[in-house]
Nanobody, 124 residues
């Protein structure tokens, strides 16, 4: 079992930066892939980025490549999403997710554990 709590969201101007954190509880986290998803108002939740348990494999949705960086610190049981050059279209509720599987999923169905989400609003 893994419990996840996101933090770090807020209001930022276009071009600004935010760093989201995902604090995890449960021993399984350090051996589990984790990911970030986002859901804009009126839209389905979408994949943003994912990372393997050992940080060796990283995956990004095309529109965030070069702007967002996913990372994790297993000693602290925490994952991160560094977001730079933010755009109004990045406005969404951001969720972290994890699962005890031996690969790195990039779809919602691949993750069993979810946080409650943190709001990111980018003003133009």
């Amino acid at each position: 079992q893994v419990q996840l709590v996101e933090s770090g969201g807020g209001l930022v101007q276009a071009g600004g930066s935010l760093r989201l954190s995902c604090a995890a509880s449960g021993r399984a986290y350090s051996s589990s892939p984790m990911a970030w998803f986002r859901q804009a108002p009126g839209k389905k939740r979408k994949f943003v980025a994912a990372i393997s348990w050992d940080s060796n494999m990283l995956y990004y949705e095309e529109s965030v490549k070069g702007r967002f960086t996913i990372s994790r610190d297993n000693a602290k049981n925490t994952g991160y999403l560094e977001m730079n050059s933010l755009r109004p279209e990045d406005t969404a509720v951001y969720y972290c997710a994890a699962n005890q599987v031996g690969y790195v999923p990039t779809t919602e169905e691949g993750y069993a554990y979810w946080g409650q989400g943190t709001q990111v609003t980018v003003s133009s």
